[in-house]
Nanobody, 122 residues
Framework: QVQLVESGGGLVQAGGSLRLSCAAS????????MGWFRQAPGKEREFVAA??????DYAESVKGRFTISRDNAQITVYLQMNSLKPEDTAVYYC?????????????????WGQGTQVTVSS
């Protein structure tokens, strides 16, 4: 049973930083692509960042501000968020895809965490 548990969300002022963590269990995740998505009220879930064994990808809206990484044991994925803006406010979800091919659509991810709220005040 794959489990993904996010943590690190909270309330921060515009321009501030947060680091989200996603603890993964139940599989050997070295062969998985891991991603972060977010969903704001009244909006569809959108891609934020993803990482596999060979590289990373980011949404244009977060490039240069957010950094995705994973630890050597491949069991924790991080999302470092800097220069936060009010429009970054959303529930952030960790997701796992059992493939080394990096994808940016939520439909390509099989496993999801419960989400963590990030609120950026102006």
């Amino acid at each position: 049973q794959v489990q993904l548990v996010e943590s690190g969300g909270g309330l921060v002022q515009a321009g501030g930083s947060l680091r989200l963590s996603c603890a993964a269990s139940g599989r050997t995740f070295s062969s998985y692509t891991m991603g972060w998505f977010r969903q704001a009220p009244g909006k569809e879930r959108e891609f934020v960042a993803a990482i596999n064994w060979s590289g990373t990808d980011y949404a244009e809206s977060v490039k240069g501000r957010f950094t995705i990484s994973r630890d050597n044991a491949q069991i924790t994925v991080y999302l470092q968020m800097n220069s936060l803006k009010p429009e970054d406010t959303a529930v952030y979800y960790c997701a796992a895809r059992p493939s080394l091919v990096l994808r940016t659509s939520s439909k390509d991810y099989n496993y999801w965490g419960q989400g963590t709220q990030v609120t950026v005040s102006s």
